[in-house]
């Protein structure tokens, strides 16, 4: 009798699985597409900050988050709409990510960046890379056009030649606000924090109307890094991770937590297994007789609101937390959800949908997002 239960539930559970995941069909009433950005989280404090300052940072995330939603509306990929968002923000000087990116101690620009397909998960991503303009792009190409997925400083940069980029003089990334802030630190013994106080890493993360997930990520890492230092943006699975199983994720902060919480596949795999304790839950619920549960209940079934994907996302983001890092991710689920959890003052964020929503904000608490637990540094 056990097994004929156990093998019915698992059955049931098994069949639960792909309609879980649900990627090729959209629940009724749910977006169509969804897209989320950042553009770095961090110590962000209206009084620090002129109506100019910020009046330009929002009309940088506008630009970016409008260029990704009009490829979705128009039927485009999440592929392309990540692409198409994160491009304006790699070539705004606001941002650390393409032109703007922060010195290593060197005193160069050495940019990261990383992207990742739901649909197979295909990804390819770019570490220290000095001459391309857009290496969000180039990670791209990395994973459409190489049999790998990781590749870095010269090894990229020859890549990128042999496939065409421009090489685009280091000093288009150099900007002047940035070499102060390293030359400030090597003068007053300061962290990369000190300087920084945000991160400016930029990321996206969308669902298109074919039910597909993607996310990307860019970065020129932390002021003063050295010694071939590689944060978390390029690595696939702490700033970078997208499968249509369970969601897309874009992380921005202090890398090293991020790598060792592994927060973007964390998310992801909790979200996936969330799914599967809800479905296995209701299967359960149903009257049973001798042959195993009457009733098979399909995933459509399951109510998963966006409280569920909230809760895991700040779950990991607390775990960032309590070893000691800050720093923000956001999310888009399948169902159409676009999330943030950052655990800072504030995040440069947007976010849009095909219902209407269409939104951005930097402060915490201003578009119903909490700046969740602080680090206690
Ligand atoms: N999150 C970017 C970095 O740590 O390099």
Redesign the pocket.
């Known amino acids: 009798m056990k097994n004929t239960v156990l093998a019915a539930l698992a059955a049931g559970f098994a069949a639960l699985l792909p309609a879980a995941a649900h990627a090729e069909e959209h629940e009724e009433g749910a977006p169509k597409w969804s897209i989320a950005i950042h553009g770095g989280a961090g110590t962000l404090d209206p009084d620090r900050m002129t109506p100019q300052q910020r009046a330009d940072y929002e009309a940088a995330l506008q630009l970016a988050l409008d260029a990704g939603a009009k490829v979705l509306a128009e039927g485009g990929t999440a592929m392309e709409a990540v692409q198409a968002a994160i491009i304006p923000m790699e070539d705004s000087p606001l941002f650390n990510a393409g032109r703007g990116a922060v010195f290593t101690w060197e005193g160069r620009n050495e940019l ?1 960046a990383s992207i990742m397909d739901g649909r197979d998960r295909s990804a390819g991503s770019v570490t220290g890379v000095t001459t391309v303009r857009n290496p969000i792009l180039l990670a791209d190409r990395v994973r459409t056009d190489s049999p790998h997925v990781f590749l870095m400083g010269e090894g990229a940069e020859q890549f990128a030649a042999e496939r065409g980029f421009e090489v685009t003089p280091p000093e288009y990334f150099a900007t002047e606000r940035r070499r102060e802030a390293l030359e400030r630190l090597k003068a007053e013994a300061l962290s990369a924090l000190d300087v920084d106080h945000k ?1 400016g ?1 930029v990321g996206a993360v969308a669902l298109d109307s074919q039910g597909n997930l993607a996310a990307g990520t860019s ?1 020129g ?2 002021t003063g890094k050295r010694w071939g230092r590689i ?3 390029p690595v696939i699975g702490a ?1 970078t991770y997208a499968d249509n199983r369970s969601c897309a994720v874009s ?5 090293e937590y ?1 790598i060792r919480v592994g927060v973007a596949q964390e998310i992801c795999t909790r979200l996936r297994y969330a799914v599967h304790v809800k479905a296995l839950e209701a299967q359960l619920s149903v009257p049973w007789d001798e042959n195993g549960p009457t009733y098979i209940v399909h995933a459509s079934e399951l109510a998963m609101g966006p409280e569920i994907f909230q809760e895991i996302a700040d779950e990991v983001m607390a775990e960032v937390a309590e070893l000691g890092g800050d ?1 923000g991710v956001i999310l888009v689920t399948p169902e159409g959800h676009a999330l943030y959890s950052f655990n800072t003052t504030g995040m440069y964020r947007g976010r849009a949908n095909s219902d209407g929503m269409n939104e951005v904000a930097i402060f915490g608490g201003e578009d119903g997002a909490d700046s969740g637990n602080t680090p206690d540094h």
């Open positions: 990261d991160f890493t970065t890492g932390m944060g978390d943006a700033g992380a921005t902060g202090w890398g991020f720093g």
